[in-house]
């Protein structure tokens, strides 16, 4: 064992008697890992299931290396995890050890710190006005600007009183429109720039998935500098990657910067924007009125909808003279004006961009028209070229997740993030550049017993989904099981339509009975959610897509996930759809290039809902046909942990019933 090793070894024994847990071998074997991966500069991706005690695993070896560490996750409650939980309960018995300090920060964008500038601005800009306008919003805005001011607060969103999302839009920026602290009013403040300078100086940085992926995709640094990458719930990445560079092109935001330009740069320039502003407004509407009922234009578009072409392109002229017209006239010395004047060039700006692009809309783009929120949308059609170049080429990348494997393949996960593997294996690489293809794959299993732990039950009776929601069949099946499990369960639909139909139909069949229906609402927060279902032991809760992932419910508030369709891509998923398409022209197929890897990993994510700890027992119930009567079942179940399995149902409502009896007991 070389010493690097022996030292990760002793440090990873140190820092799990400080939380007071035990060794565990999956976290072993997982740390040697990471350690090598860093020794010897190479990629590494592993599957570890809950409970491996992950995040010790990848986060001592980079302290002991002293190499700067950065943690990219998907979800703020992992964030969180980190930096309220895992590290200071294990860097001060890791600095004993070291001889020497470990310092960890959070850094998120700027868009999620209050704006000191803008807050005490004399002028207020339209985000303002709107909240002067709407007496309720006021009391909002009060608490926040007292927040604001109360000595050694962060100024972060997730620290701040909640408040309407329009109170947080009038008192913060994006990156976009922020002027930078060195001629910032309050730069000396600033949340946002004081946090970044805390993590320019961390060893461990923690931020999310969409912030490093807009750094790796703009090739622009927002994040500090590191010597290694570690992406947690890496199975998220690729998705959280296209989102966070997808444009959007509403008439909202190109009012709200005409309003902007008008405010404070009144005249011809401001005027013209202003009336392109208006007429693509109207144009969008008709357009929206024209597709509401046309299903077949809401999906992909091929080309931009002619009667947008002339109203985009005049967006795109006005916002790009007045960029030009900022851009050339310098006088300002007035530090709030700067601001002021970089707020309205960079939604301005972000608009003629957005125009421009989809008026060029290349051929790796995938443009769509979404009705409910009227939005034109353009997205990459893959991201995996870029992340290769910029990122993989770059540093060390350390990917995990409990679930990384598509029937027991890595492949599939591994190219969507970059990897190179199999056919692909011959890159170009200049000198200092790291390989692609030089990744280690590694499952280390999870603690649990899930054969013992766990039962998965697959009807075979039910009739397969059809378009209209869960048939009344899945609906009947689903209230029996509730009742004999007495509650206790977490119910995952794939559409909202589903947890609607649930909701009336277990209303009506668990009226007599003491089971609480707690059912997730479009917009509702998952947190409050999931912490209502923890505490009423005999509730349910229903919800959809937000929910499958990363909810830690362990104990008896939970024995039954109940899943009411295998989680195939939409038809009308604009991007998937045109991935498909993509592989099925190349000669591949896209159900079991895309399609069917996708639904893998969210069903591996919705089963693993049920055992979160060594103590844990239940059932996963699929309430889909399919999986035990189409071939590719057997891809979904390999993708699945290995609970016992049945189709069986006395016996599964008589285990039910028994835990039940067991828990009330």
Known sequence: MSDMSKQVRQALDVAVEAIGGAPREGQIEMAEAVANALTDRHHLMVQAGTGTGKSLAYLIPGIVHGRKVLVATATLALQRQLVDRDLPAVVPALEKLLGREV????????????????????????????????????????????????????????????????????????????????????????????????????????????????????????????????????????????????????????LRAAAMARKFMPGKLADAFHKAANDFHESMVDYGES???????????????????????KVRESAQAIVQFLSADDEIIDTDAMAERARVKGAVNEMSTTAATILKLGDGLVLWYEPTFSTLYLAPLSVSDVLRENMLKQTPVIATSATLTVGNSFNSLAKSIGFLVGEDLNAELSAGELDPGNVQMLDVGSPFDFANQGVLYMPKHLPEPGRDGPSMEVLTELGELIDAAGGRTLALFSSWRGVEAADLHLRKVLAELPIKIITQKRGDAVGPLVSRFAKDETSVLLGTMSLWQGVDVPGNSCILVAIDRIPFPRPDEPVMAARASQADAAGGSGFMQVSLPRAALLLAQGTGRLIRSVDDRGVVAILDSRIVTKRYGSVLLNSMPPLWRTSDKEVVRDSLRRLSQSVTD
């Open 103 to 254: 310092t960890f920060a959070i850094y998120k964008g700027v868009g999620n710190y209050v704006c000191l500038q803008k807050m005490n601005s004399e002028d207020v800009d339209p985000d303002g006005e709107l909240v002067m306008e709407v007496s309720s919003l006021e009391k909002d805005a009060k608490r926040l600007i007292a927040w604001a001011k109360t000595p050694g607060v962060s100024g972060d969103r997730d620290d701040a009183p909640e408040v309407d999302r329009r109170v947080w839009a009038a008192n913060s920026v994006s990156g976009r429109e922020c002027v930078g602290a060195d001629v910032c009013a309050f730069g000396s403040q600033c949340f946002a720039a004081n946090a970044k300078a805390k993590a320019q100086s961390a060893d461990v940085v923690v931020t999310n998935h969409t912030l490093l992926a807009i750094e790796i995709v703009d090739s622009h640094p927002i994040l500090p500098e590191r010597d290694c990458i570690i992406l947690d719930e890496a199975h998220e990445f690729m998705d959280r990657a296209t989102q966070a560079v997808t444009d959007e092109l509403t008439s909202g935001r190109v």
């Open 291 to 313: 597709v509401r009922s046309d299903f077949g234009a809401q999906g992909r578009l091929e080309q931009i909808p002619q009667s947008l072409e002339a109203p985009i392109r």
